[in-house]
């Protein structure tokens, strides 16, 4: 007797839909989740164009539940309000210069613990445990005035610049942004930022990272910046010579306070951790009833191999953080609006932005960085001192490395190596 079962295996055509215990959904709907992101239809855009993952909203929405990733309001409802409060008071206890505001800090609970905080409570706990707070916050402060900007779309110009402020206590720091989404694309703590092979060797591993270049890379008029220039415009002329450098420079110059997108990035910078950073290095000097005395040479090993990793550690929780706050929509502002650096970056097509990268041979990348010397050119102290410290420090069980703990770190640390 003959079947009429069309379908004798039961497979259609559609795959098979992730279920909530897959790693891979969870990992992505968890970042989500501390980035803030909580539409279920953008989450399904970002889970296509990020992971190849199809998944439709109304089973977005279900896998969330299931993962219990619950909105602010539902969260005040499943977790204990002394548990809330501690989130926003372990934000607080970082920001040693107390130059944090609201939206920072919920912010900040959302991407470190995975919780989201209506903005009214962290608002009120702030206000009850630290008032001082909001006296020292001067909204009338001096800023750089903005410029309107009308952006083509992602990659048309990365900015990059130099943050000296920290050099004060010998870590400075090198950053790169998108410039039309302001999207942190890299940041690093290094030797030097005033060095052009270290600068130009942090673009590479950018291009190396993304696949390509952007329609143009814009700098101060740093000596440092001159290898950069080199780079830039050998790179665009042997991969995409239908642009003409004359008419489109690959790099270019400009006064840094008018390096908007990377400038207004360092205050934000400053007031999230870097004036902390500097209270605390210097709350550990010897004078200061701290056990450093940056005279001796064991000392300063030891604190050019820790301090660096710690502040590194900042640096890519403030990239983290920053890229996912979504700020304010302004009226009438062209570009990236009311959205968050990471979706405006990812999905360009929202705000009429293209993505505008320039391919390259990543193989060529790679080679010109190990001709230069690789990530030793970052290091603060020898590989060999570094690998006779990371055993020691791994050995003494920290969870976290935090201001609040380096300097009993850095004793221990001395402890073991005199």
């Not at 039961?10 to 279920?19: M, S």
């Not at 009120?124 to 903005?146: D, N, W």
């Not at 990239?319 to 650096?341: A, I």
């Amino acid at each position: 007797m003959p079947s009429y079962n069309r379908n004798p295996t039961g497979k259609n055509q559609y795959e098979p839909v992730l279920k909530a215990d897959d790693k891979k959904l969870q990992d992505a709907l968890e970042d989500y989740h501390r980035r803030g992101i909580t539409n279920n239809g953008r989450i399904s855009e970002l889970l296509f164009r990020e992971h190849s993952v199809t998944m439709k909203a109304r089973t977005v929405k279900k896998r969330r539940n299931e993962l219990k990733l619950l909105g602010s309001w539902a969260v005040m409802k499943h977790i204990p309000h002394a548990e809330a409060e501690q989130h926003v008071i372990d934000v607080i206890n970082e920001d040693l210069a107390n130059q944090q505001g609201v939206r920072t800090v919920k912010n900040a609970v959302s991407a470190r613990a995975g919780v989201h905080l209506p903005y009214q409570f962290v608002s009120e706990v702030m206000h009850l445990h630290f008032p001082e707070g909001f006296a020292r916050r001067e909204p009338t402060s001096k800023k750089i005035r903005r410029v309107p900007k009308a952006p083509l779309g992602v990659h048309e110009c990365w900015a990059g610049d130099g943050h000296d402020k920290l050099y004060a206590i010998g870590f400075p720091i090198w950053a790169v942004v998108d410039d039309a989404t302001g999207k942190w694309l890299g940041a690093w703590v290094v030797p030097s930022n005033r060095m052009a092979n270290v600068v130009a060797y942090l673009y590479l591993c950018l291009v190396e990272k993304y696949g390509g270049i952007p329609l143009q890379f814009s700098t101060d008029c740093g000596s440092e910046t001159t290898l950069i220039f080199g780079f830039a415009n050998a790179l665009r002329d042997i991969f995409h010579p239908e642009y003409d450098s004359t008419e489109l420079p690959a790099h270019t110059y400009i006064r840094s306070i008018h390096n908007i997108s990377i400038e207004r990035s360092w205050l934000r910078l400053c007031l999230q951790f870097g004036d902390a950073a500097i209270i605390a290095f210097h709350n550990g000097h010897v004078e200061n009833g701290g056990p450093y005395q940056p005279d001796n040479p064991v000392h300063y090993e030891i604190c050019q191999w820790l301090w660096p990793k710690l502040l590194q550690q900042k640096l890519n929780d403030f990239m983290y953080e920053r890229n996912s706050f979504r700020p304010r929509k302004v009226k009438g502002k062209s570009g990236p609006n009311g959205m968050s650096r990471n979706i405006a970056f990812s999905l360009p097509h929202e705000w009429g932005g293209k993505d505008l990268l320039l391919p390259v041979d990543v193989s060529v990348i790679q080679e010109i960085k190990t001709t230069m010397g690789g990530d030793d050119l970052l290091n603060f102290v020898s590989p060999e001192y570094s690998a006779r410290v990371q055993p020691i420090y791994d050995s003494l069980g920290v969870k976290l490395l935090m201001f609040q703990n380096i300097w009993e770190v850095f004793g221990s640390l001395l402890t073991c190596l005199v």
